[in-house]
């Protein structure tokens, strides 16, 4: 079969297309015949070396993506051959024809979800229910500002939210990753660019501040999210790409908790909640994810440029 192969960490022409052994599954395991692919940022952090966890070289990337269940081990009883399926986390990589993946890293996919559409179920919607729900504790009528809504994570959870029956705020870097986020349910669309968008938040709020922030680019964003935040008020970090000063009394004013996240130190209990509530989501036409760029799988290395581009839209998916 073909593989996206890297050998060794850099820039993104370091992914290489390559004919690799087909998979066969232990007893406990699942060969998914791959149908696309979703890319994440964390990829592009994976591959360019920068990430704190490191895979042995070489090795193929990716955690999500969506096919067809195409081989299981003989202690698998809750899937079978031609199973419709999305996977979250795979054991050899999904950036290729085929992965392989344990039973409990792969979950039907409902017949109105497009192949497309599973592969951006994974790391979005685990990141965005664990950042809402885990961390942040949301509840019902609390006010909730997604700082970058217009990617797949933003997304997420935004419908996430609106779900659990909270106000959203939600910004995009351009007018058509704002009217995205408003066509995904936003009570309020906010261009993060403005001169006066936090001022904007305020008003919103009638002064009080939001009651959570998810923050995809703390090094840009965090300062600001201090100053905006209502008392008590929760900020999750779910992404930055440097570093940052802030003002601790903006915190201590406001007795702020300011939390980090990763997706790698989720617990197992953890996972089997989140994904039985997007199944649920899913069945109820309440989750969908969206697709702004599909590449073929050859052109991993452009997917890769573009999923870290400004001005997120949507999804970026692979098709093998």
């Known amino acids: 079969m073909k ?3 890297v050998h060794q960490f850099g820039e993104p022409e370091v992914m290489q297309l390559e004919t690799v ?4 599954p232990a007893p406990n395991e699942i ?3 791959v149908k ?3 890319v994440n940022p ?3 952090y994976i591959r360019s070396g ?3 966890l490191k895979p042995s070289l070489p090795y193929t990337p990716g955690f999500d993506c969506a096919g067809a269940v195409k081989e299981v081990g003989k202690k698998v009883k809750k899937f079978s051959r031609g199973n419709r399926v999305y996977v979250a986390g795979s054991l050899s990589g999904a950036y290729a024809q085929e992965t392989l993946c344990l039973e409990s890293q792969v ?3 409902p017949k109105h979800i497009s192949f497309e559409e599973g592969a951006g179920i994974g790391v979005p919607y685990v990141t965005a229910h664990r950042a809402l729900f885990g961390k942040a504790k949301a509840k019902s009528k609390e006010t909730v500002l997604i700082h970058g809504a217009s990617g797949g994570v933003g997304l997420a959870a935004v419908q996430f939210a609106k779900l659990a029956k909270l106000k959203v705020i939600g910004t995009a870097g351009s007018e058509r990753g704002c009217q995205l986020v408003k066509d995904n349910g936003a009570d309020y669309v906010l261009n993060h660019h403005g001169q006066n968008y936090l001022d904007e938040i305020l008003k919103i709020t009638k002064a009080k ?3 959570i922030i998810l923050e995809m680019l703390a090094n840009e964003n965090l300062g600001k999210d201090l100053t905006i935040a209502a008392k008590n008020g929760r900020i999750v970090v779910i992404g930055s790409r440097g570093t940052v000063e802030i003002n601790p009394r903006d915190t201590m004013r406001r007795e702020l908790t300011i939390m980090g996240m990763t997706m790698m130190n989720r617990l197992p209990e953890e996972l089997k909640e989140i994904h039985h509530a997007i199944q649920l989501g899913l069945k109820r036409k309440k989750l969908k994810p969206f697709i702004g760029k599909t590449f073929p799988l050859t052109e991993a290395p452009l997917a890769h440029k573009s999923v870290m581009a400004p001005r997120a839209y949507g999804k970026i998916v692979l098709i093998p």
């Open 3 to 5: 593989a996206i192969r």
């Open 21 to 24: 052994a087909d998979l066969k």
């Open 31 to 33: 060969v998914v015949e």
């Open 36 to 38: 696309a692919v979703g």
């Open 42 to 44: 964390v990829d592009a």
């Open 50 to 52: 920068a990430y704190t």
């Open 107 to 109: 979950h039907f996919l």
């Open 209 to 211: 501040g939001v009651d």
